[in-house]
C-alpha cells in the first residue's frame, strides 16, 4: 500500500526568539512549514509531505530548505525567486510561555508564489496529491487577484477529489478588513473537507457574543451552513471538539492531557494539526487522530521556538511511535 500524498502551501520565515539587544536564537518558522516539519516525523515512513512555497537565492533560503530534507519533507515543490528573500519575525514571550510577534514580510517570496514562472507545473503536481492543507496566513499574504487564483485552483483539486484541510489560523493585521477576511474564509470554507479552527479565531473573526458550549455550537452551525463538510474546534487546555457537519451528529469532546510546564505556546496548533492529519491520512479514527494531535502538541509547548529541534526528545516521549499505540 503507497503512502498517502499531502501538500502544505504557505510560508516559511527566519525566527527571531528572545530580548530585542539581549539574547536571541534564530531558527525558521511559519504556520503552515511548522505542521509540515510535524507531520514530516509523526508520519515518517508512512506519508510523503510536500512543502509548497517559494524561496530566495540567499544563504539563509538555501539553509532552511536543506534542514526541511534533512525532516523528511519532499521540497520538489520549492520554488526558487532570485529577486525576493523569506520573510523575518521576532518572537517575545511573557512569563505564562504567551508570546507576541513582530513581523517582516511584506516582501518576501512567499508572498509572490503564485506568480512564478513555475507555479502552473505546481498546480499539474498537485493533481497527484491525495490532500492539500493551508491556513488562514496562506491565504492573507497573498494580493487579492492571487488569493483568488489560488482559490479558484483548490476549487479544481477538490472537485477531482483532493481532501482539503484548512487551518482558519486568523491573524487581523494580515488583513484590510474583517469584512474581506471573512468574504475569504467564505469562499474558503465552501471547498474545506475538514475545518481546523480555534474558539479565539472564531471569537476575533465573527465576534460571537456567547461563550463555551454555546460558542462551539454556534461555531459548527456556521462552518456547517457554509459548506465545511467536518471541523475541529481547537480549545487550547481544554482539548479539542469535533462535528461530522455532513449529518446531524452530536458534538464530541476530546479532552488533553494536562501539561505542567508550559514554556512557549509557538506552534502548538500547527503540532496539532499535524498530529491530527497523521493519524486520519494513516486510517485512524477522529478522536484518536486528536490523541495524537494533543500529543505531539503537549510536548511542543514545553520548549522554546516554532520548531523543537531536539530530535531525542521525540523518540524519548514516543511521538515516533505514538501513533501504534493509538490504533484501534
Keep these: 500500500m503507497r503512502a498517502a500524498k499531502i501538500a502544505l502551501i504557505g510560508e516559511c520565515m527566519i525566527e527571531l526568539n528572545g530580548e530585542p539587544f539581549g539574547s536571541m536564537t534564530q531558527s525558521y518558522g511559519g504556520d503552515v512549514l511548522n505542521s509540515a516539519v510535524y507531520l514530516a516525523r509523526a508520519g515518517k515512513g508512512s506519508l510523503d509531505v510536500y512543502f509548497v512555497t517559494a524561496m530566495g537565492v540567499d544563504p539563509l533560503s538555501c ?55 513555475d507555479y502552473p507545473k505546481i498546480c499539474q503536481q498537485l493533481e497527484g496529491m491525495d490532500a492539500l492543507y493551508l491556513s488562514g496566513i496562506t491565504l492573507a499574504i497573498l494580493p487579492e487577484e492571487d488569493r483568488q487564483l489560488l482559490l479558484n485552483d483548490l476549487k479544481k483539486l477538490s472537485s477531482q477529489g483532493k481532501t482539503i484541510f484548512f487551518d482558519s489560523n486568523y491573524r487581523p493585521a494580515l488583513w484590510e478588513s474583517v469584512a474581506q477576511a471573512r468574504e475569504c474564509y467564505q469562499k474558503m470554507y465552501a471547498i474545506t473537507d475538514i475545518a481546523l479552527v480555534t474558539d479565539d479565531d472564531e471569537l476575533q473573526l465573527w465576534g460571537e457574543a456567547s461563550t463555551g458550549v454555546n460558542l462551539m455550537s454556534e461555531s459548527f452551525n456556521r462552518l456547517q451552513k457554509m459548506g465545511v463538510k467536518q471541523a475541529i474546534i481547537k480549545a487550547g487546555a481544554k482539548g479539542c471538539f469535533y462535528r461530522d457537519l455532513r449529518e446531524q451528529a452530536e458534538m464530541q469532546h476530546i479532552a488533553a492531557e494536562p501539561v505542567a510546564t508550559v514554556v512557549d505556546t509557538t506552534a502548538a496548533g500547527d503540532a496539532f494539526n499535524a498530529g491530527f492529519i497523521s493519524g486520519l491520512l494513516n486510517g485512524q479514527s477522529i478522536h484518536d487522530s486528536a490523541l495524537l494531535g494533543h500529543e505531539l502538541a503537549g510536548v511542543v509547548i514545553q520548549h522554546k521556538g516554532a520548531i523543537v529541534s531536539n530530535i531525542a526528545t521525540w523518540q524519548i516521549t514516543g511521538c515516533f511511535n505514538v501513533q501504534k499505540s493509538h490504533k484501534k
Design 63 to 117: 539553509g532552511m530548505i536543506t534542514r526541511w530534507q534533512q525532516e523528511g519533507i519532499n521540497t520538489s515543490l520549492v520554488l526558487i525567486d532570485s529577486a525576493h528573500q523569506p520573510g523575518l519575525y521576532l518572537i517575545q514571550l511573557d512569563e505564562q510561555g504567551e508570546r507576541t510577534f513582530l513581523y517582516w514580510r511584506n516582501n518576501s517570496a512567499a508572498r509572490y508564489l503564485l506568480r512564478h514562472a
